[in-house]
T-cell receptor, first 111, second 115 residues
């Protein structure tokens, strides 16, 4: 099956710093999402981005489907950005296929 | 978007017992999914709950251990049966909306500790 890798596994940032999180996947995908799991366990969808670039405030994401990777950019990080960031991929477009989550990047933003 | 609630939010159970987790969505949805997140780990899909038919289980998960009900388009339950300490996890309900797989939404999760 499809493999999903994320890097780095852990990241500590000083408040205000920028960072780039990476998601690599081993097969063609038609759907890709980025999620943030806050320290209380709630999963929030950040981006639905099977290809191209999207921006939402201080966050942006780029997926290059032909090269099988996606990047999540966090600018001017805040302590509320702390938590675990997951990317999740799905292979098939016309019918539901298994959604595979990457192992996550654990981010700690310190004041 | 979809708003998802789960009950209970957390529980502590004795081994050998069973717990049923409820998931309620504020709108009708086609597919509902149940995930498990073991401590410090990523999410693993347990099964897809289809309205009016048997749930579809992923490799490593069986109906006898994790029976699922889906009586209508807004509600589903997951039962964790004959629990052992290895079942201690967060169990999350999710949906992709009425139009098919698109933006995926998650409930707040049920934190289960089995002693």
């Amino acid at each position: 099956g499809i493999q999903v890798e994320q890097s780095p596994p852990d990241l500590i940032l000083q408040e205000g710093a920028n960072s780039t999180l990476r998601c690599n996947f081993s097969d063609s995908v038609n759907n890709l999402q980025w999620f943030h799991q806050n320290p209380w366990g709630q999963l929030i969808n950040l981006f639905y981005i099977p290809s191209g670039t999207k921006q939402n405030g201080r966050l942006s994401a780029t997926t290059v489907a032909t090269e099988r990777y996606s990047l999540l950019y966090i600018s001017s990080s805040q302590t509320t950005d702390s938590g675990v960031y997951f990317c999740a991929v799905e292979r098939e477009k016309t019918s539901y296929d298994k959604v595979i989550f990457g192992p996550g990047t654990s981010l700690s933003v310190i004041p | 978007s979809a708003v998802i609630s789960q009950k209970p939010s957390r529980d502590i159970c004795q081994r050998g017992t069973s717990l049923t987790i409820q998931c309620q969505v504020d709108s009708q949805v086609t597919m509902m999914f149940w995930y498990r997140q073991q401590p410090g780990q990523s999410l693993t899909l347990i099964a897809t709950a289809n309205q009016g038919s048997e749930a579809t289980y992923e490799s490593g998960f069986v109906i006898d251990k994790f029976p699922i009900s889906r009586p209508n388009l807004t509600f589903s339950t997951l039962t964790v049966s004959n629990m052992s300490p290895e079942d201690s996890s967060i169990y999350l309900c999710s949906t992709s909306g009425l139009a098919g797989w698109e933006t995926q939404y998650f409930g707040p999760g049920t934190r289960l500790l089995v002693l």
